[in-house]
Nanobody
Framework: QVHLVESGGGLVQAGDSLRLSCAASGRTGSSYTMGWFRQAPGKEREFVAAIRWTGRTYYADSVKGRFTISRDNAKNTVYLQMNSLKPEDTAVHYC??????????????????WGRGTQVTVSS
């Protein structure tokens, strides 16, 4: 079992930055892929970014060049640095983890563990 806790969300203005953190506890001794997904009101959950145990990263086109995902394996923590925020980034952002082989880190199906989410609101 893995427990994920997100932090760092908030209300900002367009163009501002935020850094989300996700601390993992429990079964963290194995290699795992971690990701961020988000869900806006009335919309489906969508992929934002992911990072493999090796450090390889993946981004949605909508955030490429603005967001950076990173991880500190010693601290079992993943970060999402969000710059140049836009109103369309407004959503609940969820941290997630997947163990074993993850063929497509942008697909939500391999992810078994999810945090409760943190709200990011960007005003225009």
């Amino acid at each position: 079992q893995v427990h994920l806790v997100e932090s760092g969300g908030g209300l900002v203005q367009a163009g501002d930055s935020l850094r989300l953190s996700c601390a993992a506890s429990g079964r963290t001794g194995s290699s795992y892929t971690m990701g961020w997904f988000r869900q806006a009101p009335g919309k489906e959950r969508e992929f934002v970014a992911a990072i493999r145990w090796t450090g390889r990263t993946y981004y949605a086109d909508s955030v490429k060049g603005r967001f950076t995902i990173s991880r500190d394996n010693a601290k079992n923590t993943v970060y999402l640095q969000m710059n140049s925020l836009k109103p369309e980034d407004t959503a609940v952002h969820y941290c997630t983890a997947a163990f074993g082989v993850v063929t497509n880190p942008t697909d939500p199906n391999p992810y078994v563990y999810w945090g409760r989410g943190t709200q990011v609101t960007v005003s225009s």
